[in-house]
Structures are given as C-alpha cells and as structure tokens.
C-alpha cells in the first residue's frame, strides 16, 4: 500500500508546475488529472511572482476562468490539444497570454 502511494506522489510530482504565483499552482495541480485524461498539453512560460498585487480570490476566479474556457475550446478537437501560459510583467503590472486552438481556426483574425 505505501509503495503505490509513493508511486503516485512520484507521478503527481512529475506534473507540478511552479509559476511562482501559490494560487495558481494550485489551480494547476487540480486541473492536472482533467487536463492528462483529455491530453491536453500545459506549457507555462514567465513568472507570475509579480502577481501578489491581486487579492487571493480574484486571481483564483480569473484563472480558474481562463483555464477552463482554454479546456473547454480544447474538447471540441481531437487531436493537438494544448494550453500555453505566458506571462511577464513589473511592478503592479502583469501581462497574461493563454493560448489554445479553437476548432475552427481558419475564421479566426488575429488583432
């Protein structure tokens, strides 16, 4: 029983990812299991360390927000699914991309 449990801590362990910001890590970890069943790739580029301006609850809803729309859009296609977060920022500024395919991307203009 240990054993599987210090299996599962290792797999679980090979998915954290650090964006400095400890509420969306969370947010990440919990969407870890969803996004691996509907293999859908998260990649996070930048740091979100200059976050800390933001009130603990708002950042919660907005990403929990814009990771789940970027799942859902992901769901509608059957391959070549991914999530990309970029972020950069200084002060109380913050910068936040995410990217994802959408089924129909050739009717998409890019602005």
């Not at 970027?70 to 070549?80: H, Q, R, V, W, Y």
């Not at 089924?103 to 602005?111: Q, S």
Request: hydrophobic share 40%; glycine share 4%.
């Amino acid at each position: 029983m240990l054993c599987i449990f210090w299996q599962y801590i290792h797999v679980w362990h090979q998915h954290i990812i650090l964006t400095g910001n400890e509420i969306v890590d969370l947010i990440l970890a919990l969407k870890t299991d969803e996004l691996d069943y509907n293999q859908i790739k998260i990649t996070c580029e930048g740091s979100l360390e200059t976050f800390s301006f933001m009130e603990h609850v708002d950042c919660c809803i907005l990403f929990s927000n814009l990771i789940d729309n970027a799942i859902e859009a992901n769901l509608k296609l059957e391959k070549g699914r991914y999530i990309t977060i970029t972020t950069n920022g200084t002060n109380n500024l913050l910068y936040v991309e995410v990217s994802n395919p959408m089924e129909d991307m050739a009717n998409v203009i890019e602005t």
